[in-house]
């Protein structure tokens, strides 16, 4: 009886101890989850183009308060005009966030405070980025770009990393990009950015144009005669055609990717010190000239093309438009193949030339837009109607060069 009783005695401290040991593994696990979160998520440096930054997207918001460019997810904090984002979980209601941005060639180092709200949630957190603009403006070739960042959730340093950007060209203008969902984005607006009438090289072209004496100064719609208004716009047209301009295309650009769709465009200063041109070139540099001396421009996209319209009056009742890579030495025949122009060009002096390519190209453009004129006003995927007015300046602003 008495070794029944010890044996029971025994068995109860084996099963006390054992107890006892896993209370104290459960307490001590509790507390190392609870002190280390050692199963929270990590920071995930991202953005909502597939790893690219595009200066033109920055520069021409920068002091507006546009965003084209819209986050997929619901729960967002910052600013997403910054163009990099975390996707970080939260732990607690109203978890703290400190972030740390470190620098690079293209931004400075930034620190960002952050309130995740809902406890268990995944945000998309945009923290500041103190860009370099100068270094932004000047970057005419795509380049890789070391992003680091250093967090703390409620106080605890979180696992993070560094992911590597594409910083793209100036040059490189956004059309579009598909989101996380799958929804396709038209950022087509971006065009206007590289209209740009503040150019300090604009008024040597009116200076040309003044000489040429095919008017004697520029009064946009102040006469009020449609007609005075074309004469000021051919000034401009005769101006560009005597600096013998090549058409050339450089659309495309080294960017590969299903996520984002790009146009490679030259920037106003770059058409004239190359003296080259395409129909986008050619529109946004033209339009720069018209915005200048207050004609009110138009950037008119069809599939693979782009040509320029303008209003002949100041109430906007009446458009003409221009086929502006006629500017360049074209052949004619191309686009009026039935009418054999070329053959009919020799003898003929520079003003007269020039005369007849602007009215065969109004007429050229003219065409094309009652063509698809349907297309153009409907908002449809690669068709734009984007006239460089105050609402457009409101949110684009040109990048300046």
């Known amino acids: 009886m008495k070794s029944n009783r010890f044996f029971r005695s025994e068995g109860d401290k084996w099963k006390l101890a054992t107890f006892v040991l896993a209370v104290l593994v459960v307490a001590g696990s ?3 989850i609870c002190r280390y979160e050692p199963f929270s998520a990590k920071i995930e440096v991202t953005n909502e183009l597939g790893g690219n930054i595009f200066p033109v997207t920055i520069l021409s918001t920068a002091t507006t308060d546009a965003n084209l460019i819209v986050p997929a997810g619901d729960r967002c904090l910052g600013n997403p005009k910054s163009c990099i984002a975390l996707r970080v979980k939260s732990t607690h209601p109203n978890s703290k966030l400190h972030v740390e941005v470190a620098e690079t060639p293209f931004f400075s180092r930034s620190v960002s405070e952050f309130i995740l709200p809902e406890a268990d949630s995944e945000y998309m957190v945009f923290p500041d980025i103190i860009w370099n603009y100068k270094a932004l ?3 005419e ?7 680091s960042v250093r967090a703390e959730l409620n106080g605890r340093a979180m696992n993070c990393g560094v992911r590597t950007f594409s910083m793209r060209s100036i040059s490189e203008c956004l059309l579009g990009y598909v989101d996380s969902k799958m929804k396709f984005h038209d950022t087509g607006d971006f065009f206007a950015a590289y209209v740009n009438e503040d150019n300090p090289n604009i008024s040597q072209i009116l200076r040309e144009a003044l000489d040429s004496r095919i008017v ?3 009064w946009g719609y102040q006469s009020k005669d449609p007609a005075l208004v074309d004469k000021q716009v051919y000034a401009l047209w005769y101006v560009l055609q005597k600096r013998r301009f090549k058409y050339s295309s450089i659309s495309n650009s080294s960017l590969s990717s299903n996520v984002v769709f790009t146009q490679r465009i030259r920037t106003f200063d770059d058409a004239l010190s190359s003296a080259q041109i395409n129909c986008v070139d050619g529109s946004v540099l033209f339009a720069s000239l018209l915005k200048a001396v207050n004609i009110n421009p138009i950037l008119i996209r069809v599939p693979r093309h782009m040509f320029v319209g303008y209003y002949t009056d100041k109430s906007h009742t009446n458009m003409h438009f221009l086929e502006t890579s006629m500017i360049g030495d074209v052949n004619l025949d191309d686009f009026f193949p039935e009418e054999k122009l070329d053959s009919t060009m020799a003898g003929k002096s520079q003003e007269s030339i020039s005369r007849l390519m602007f009215e065969k190209s109004k007429e050229y453009a003219t065409r094309i837009y009652h063509e698809n004129r ?3 006003h409907s908002g449809e995927v690669n068709y734009m109607f984007l006239e460089i007015d105050k609402a457009t300046r409101a949110n684009i602003q040109p990048i300046g060069r």
């Open 30 to 32: 509790t507390l190392y």
């Open 137 to 139: 403006l000047e970057n």
């Open 141 to 147: 070739q795509a380049m890789p770009v070391d992003v």
């Open 216 to 218: 004697n100064r520029f």
């Open 374 to 376: 349907k297309q153009i």
